[in-house]
């Protein structure tokens, strides 16, 4: 929906105290019914209560539920509430919209009065139920009416949207960027100030391998399959492709990590220095450079080989650590957190404590086989964890993601949370929020052909720290996060994602939207 459409619209989305004005007090020369409800997707069965309701009435006024009170269903709503209210308006029955900031329409009753407040027909089926009392009482005690409307036709939002989800990630995109004043224009100067921000990443150094084989078959006498050995492929993954993610998007980057005295490490640092990145390397001759070497065959991973220690640095080697942080440097420190030695719960505190004051802080979680406690980072600036790591640190198997991200939020005491969705995009709680209904957001995928999705998170992570240094606008930061973290999985191995690249991305999600918009 263009600009021009939304200000054609607009004049019907009003606040409860600007329709008490419209419509007056009570009792009116035109009757006011009204109607309640989610609309996540309007379906027949919305369609069809809301022109019943409108034959009982001389005003129809639609209201929804705000997004912060709906936890029906994982990931919901569907469709962000400025855009359902745009729907709602849309429709030529509908007189008046309004956004229920409460958990329950009881309140706005009280203050509208409708002379009638319709209900669907399944409402009305058996004795009440005691949430649809309540709203008699209100409307008895003005001496309003509650209707019933005719229910044969009936569809499910949830239904409709685990059926088929609609395709409306630019909708939502352009909605959000329109509510907060945010310009394609705005996208694409903030990637241009990226250059020269210092940036200190601490963390473990992993050296991703993948060894292409053949399949041979199977052994004979024992269930064993064989394969004829090819290639391998080595990429310097972990903390390590986040520096990388970070130098080529053009910030300067200083590297700290623990590496064992063996070939990978020269390979690693060798690439990394290849990279631009400045390390600072500490050598363990106890351990190894960690590696994990995935056995590839047709297309398919049979195998994946760890080569890795997993126990705690040790003292002396925190020590070095913190004196690194402390004296480097930087706009950001971004502790990018794989449970391979350097993080766990006694280093975290001791570590986190040695950032200077003023730096910006993040911590990313990337833990795949082992555990990592999000909440052990506490009152950092921004933190990416996704769901697993999520209900991990919070205990919570059942929640859905929405209340689940909040709690996470609260409990991490951090200022920003990107909860990462995997191929449902992302969703992003804030403390500042420029008004207090927009406290969190989401943001839909934007891949257009997943090929790999290994290593999205550690684009995400890049770009959106930078987009936060350079603006503080944690909508621009998801935006750019999410589609760095496309174009990543767009492409096969965990290589950085080149700023030209997301230059294309941004350019292909405008061009669709001005030509979906404008055609």
């Not at 139920?129 to 005690?141: A, D, F, M, R, Y």
């Amino acid at each position: 929906m263009d600009t021009e459409s939304r200000d054609l619209l607009a004049h019907k989305i009003k606040t409860v105290d600007q329709l008490c004005e419209l419509i007056g007090a009570r009792p009116r020369k035109k009757k006011v019914i009204m109607c309640h409800g989610t609309f996540d997707v309007v379906h027949p069965g919305h369609i069809r209560h809301l022109l019943y309701a409108k034959t009982k009435g001389d005003i129809l006024i639609a209201s929804l539920t705000a997004d912060e009170h709906i936890v029906k269903g994982n990931v919901r709503p569907y469709v962000p509430e400025d855009l359902r209210a745009m729907n709602l308006a849309a429709l030529e029955m509908v007189d008046y919209v309004i956004i229920d900031r409460q958990a329950t329409p009881l309140q706005n009753l009280s203050a509208i009065k409708p002379d009638y407040f319709a209900k669907g027909y399944e409402y009305s089926a058996g004795a009440l139920h005691p949430k649809t009392q309540e709203e008699v009482t209100v409307l008895e005690n003005y001496g309003g009416e509650i209707i019933f409307t005719p229910g044969d036709i009936v569809y499910s939002s949830s239904a409709l949207i685990e059926l088929a989800p609609p395709e409306i990630a630019t909708e939502k995109l352009m909605t959000l960027m329109q509510a907060e004043n945010i310009s394609f224009k705005d996208l694409y100067a903030t990637l241009e100030r990226f250059r020269g921000i210092k940036v200190h990443v601490v963390g473990d150094t992993i050296v991703d391998s993948y060894s292409h084989c053949n399949v041979i078959g199977g052994i004979t006498k024992t269930p064993t399959m064989s394969v004829l050995f090819q290639e391998r492929t080595d990429y310097v993954g972990g903390a390590g492709i986040v520096a990388k993610h970070l130098q080529t998007a053009g910030a300067q980057v200083t590297f700290s990590t623990v590496l064992g005295d063996d070939k990978l490490k020269e390979f690693a640092l060798k690439d990394l220095e290849a990279a631009g990145v400045q390390v600072c390397p500490i050598i363990d001759t106890t351990r190894p450079t960690i590696n994990k070497n995935a056995i590839v065959a047709g297309g398919y991973r049979l195998l994946k080989v760890d080569t890795l220690d997993n126990r705690s640095i040790s003292d002396k080697q925190i020590e070095i650590l913190k004196k690194q942080i402390a004296e480097t440097k930087t706009d950001t420190v971004i502790f990018s957190d794989f449970r391979h030695g350097i993080f766990n719960r006694h280093t975290i505190p001791s570590l986190a404590s040695a950032i200077p004051e003023g730096v910006f802080k993040v911590a990313d979680s990337q833990v795949a086989s082992r555990w990592g406690n999000i909440l052990e980072f506490e009152e950092f600036d921004l933190i990416t964890p996704n769901e697993r790591e999520t209900r991990f640190a919070l205990g919570d198997q059942d929640s859905v993601i929405r209340p689940m991200a909040l709690e996470l939020f609260k409990r991490s005491k951090c200022k920003t949370l990107i909860l990462k969705l995997g191929e449902r995009g992302t969703i992003t709680y804030r403390s500042k929020a420029l008004v207090d209904y927009r406290a969190f957001f989401a943001i839909d995928s934007f891949v257009e052909r997943l090929v790999d999705a290994v290593g999205a998170g550690d684009a995400l992570l890049a770009y959106s720290t930078l987009a936060m240094i350079r603006t503080g606008n944690e909508v621009m930061a998801s935006i750019l996060g999410a589609m760095a973290a496309a174009v990543e999985c767009e492409h096969d191995g965990n290589e950085p994602v080149m700023l030209e690249a997301v230059r294309k991305k941004i350019h292909r999600v405008e061009t669709h939207a001005l030509y979906h918009y404008d055609g």
